[in-house]
C-alpha cells in the first residue's frame, strides 16, 4: 500500500469541501485539466480558440494522455439544514506497464471534484462578493512540490482509504427534480514538470514553446438526483430531497452522452457531437464496449476534449445512412 499515496489523499479530502474556483489565465494553463502522463501524448489540438476552454491559441498546447484509472464508488447523500453532502470512495489503478509520477500539489490548484447537470458545469458553492485585493498566489517550492509527490508502479491499485465528502450548497441545486453528475479529477501535472516540457520545447527555437495539457484519468462518473422545491412550495414547508444513486448502465433513457476519458456506460455506436465537429467539418463515429475507455476522436485529429461529448447512437451505425 502506498503510505504516501493515502495520506496525501487525507490530506485533500478537506480541499474538496472547501471547493474554490480559480480563473484559468494564458499563464497558469493548467487549472482545468490537471494530470497528465507524460510518457504519451496526444496530437496537437486542431481546434479553433473559440472550442477549447484554455485561453491558449491551439498552436500551444500539446494535448496528452493520462494512463490512470480512477473509479468511483456512491457510498450515501446527507441533506443537511443548508446543503447536501455527498460522500463516496475511491480507487486509483495503473494499468500499464511501467511506473507513472501523480502528486497532490498540482498548480496552480484546480477543483478535485467537477459536478454537472444537463451537459452545464455547476459550482457547488455560490459565488460571493470580495472587494477585498486578491494577493497573486506564488508556485509552492520545488521541494514542496516533491513532498508531495509518489507513484503508482506497474499495474499496482490504490484504494483511496476512508470515504471523501464532497459539499454543494442548497442554493446550487435546479428548481425540480435534476440528475446531477459527479467526477473526480486525478491530479498528476505539477509545476516541475510542465516547467520542464516548457523549457525543453522552447529550446526547439522561439515560439515552439507548447503547454502540456491533458484530459482526466479515465473514470465512471456518479450520478445521483435531487429534488428542490419552488420558492412557493419551501414557503410550505417543502424541503429539499436527496433521491438517490442513479444507475448510469440502467437508466431510461439511458444517458445520451459521454466525455472523452469516461467509461462507457453501454456498448455501442457513438457519434462525435459539439463545436469542434463543426469546425473540422467531418463525421465522427466509433464502436465501444460497456466499460472500456470513451476515446478521443479517431485517427490523426487530435482536438480539446473539452469541445465535444460522444452521444450515444445505438446498436446500429448511423455511418452508413449518412
Known sequence: MNQKFLRERRRIRHAVALWSVVTLTACSPVAMQPSINKTSSMNSNQTSSRANRTGIPDNRINWMKNSLITRIEFVDGVVREDSVKIRYNLSFTNPTGSDIKATGKPTPDGPLVRLYSEGKEIEPRARREDNSIMAI???????????????????????????????????????????????????????????????????????????????????????????????????????????????????????????????????GYWQAVGETIDMIGGYHEAFVKEGEQMPNLPGDVGVDPFSFQWKYVGEQSNALAR
Open 137 to 267: 498566489k506564488a508556485a509552492p517550492r520545488d521541494d514542496e512540490i516533491k513532498r508531495h509527490s509518489y507513484v503508482f508502479h506497474a499495474k499496482q491499485r490504490i484504494d483511496g482509504g476512508i470515504p471523501d465528502e464532497f459539499v454543494i450548497e442548497s442554493s446550487q441545486f435546479l428548481t425540480g427534480t435534476h440528475i446531477y453528475e459527479m467526477v473526480y479529477w486525478q491530479s498528476q501535472l505539477d509545476w516541475i514538470d510542465v516547467r520542464e516540457v516548457l523549457q525543453r520545447t522552447d529550446a526547439q527555437g522561439k515560439g515552439r514553446m507548447r503547454y502540456p495539457i491533458t484530459d482526466n484519468a479515465p473514470s465512471n462518473r456518479l450520478y445521483f438526483k435531487v429534488y428542490k422545491p419552488t420558492d412557493e412550495e419551501a414557503a410550505k414547508g417543502r424541503k429539499i430531497e436527496f433521491l438517490g444513486e442513479v444507475d448510469a448502465r440502467t437508466q431510461v433513457p439511458a444517458f445520451p452522452f459521454a466525455r472523452p476519458g469516461d467509461f462507457s456506460p453501454r456498448s
